[in-house]
């Protein structure tokens, strides 16, 4: 996704954006694509599944964390909303 390689230039350990500037990004340019697909898509499980990916690479450029770094931990470290409770959020409010 062109969208997350911004994030992932701004990113870095010795110089670049911080935590909270990097969330704020994140939020407003890439998780309102991610949002909009989860309700365009047809909820299958391969589509959640790729957006989650998605939305879990962009967690550890914020975070600066590894490949082997939990995507719950990342969560909460950057304080961001799972996309599975997103989703059920979203199913409720329809």
């Not at 969208?3 to 350990?13: F, H, N, V, Y």
């Not at 995507?71 to 979203?90: F, M, N, Q, S, W």
């Amino acid at each position: 996704m062109r969208r997350l390689s911004l994030i992932k230039r701004l990113a870095s350990t010795s110089w670049g954006s911080d935590m909270d500037t990097l969330r704020s990004l994140y939020l407003g340019y890439v998780r309102s694509v991610l949002d909009y697909l989860c309700l365009q898509a047809s909820s299958s499980k391969t589509v959640q599944s790729e957006i989650d990916k998605v939305q879990n690479h962009a967690l550890r450029f914020i975070c600066g964390g590894m490949r082997s770094t939990r995507t719950a931990a990342c969560e909460i470290h950057a304080r961001v909303e799972p996309l599975g409770l997103r989703r059920e959020k979203a199913s409720l409010e329809m």
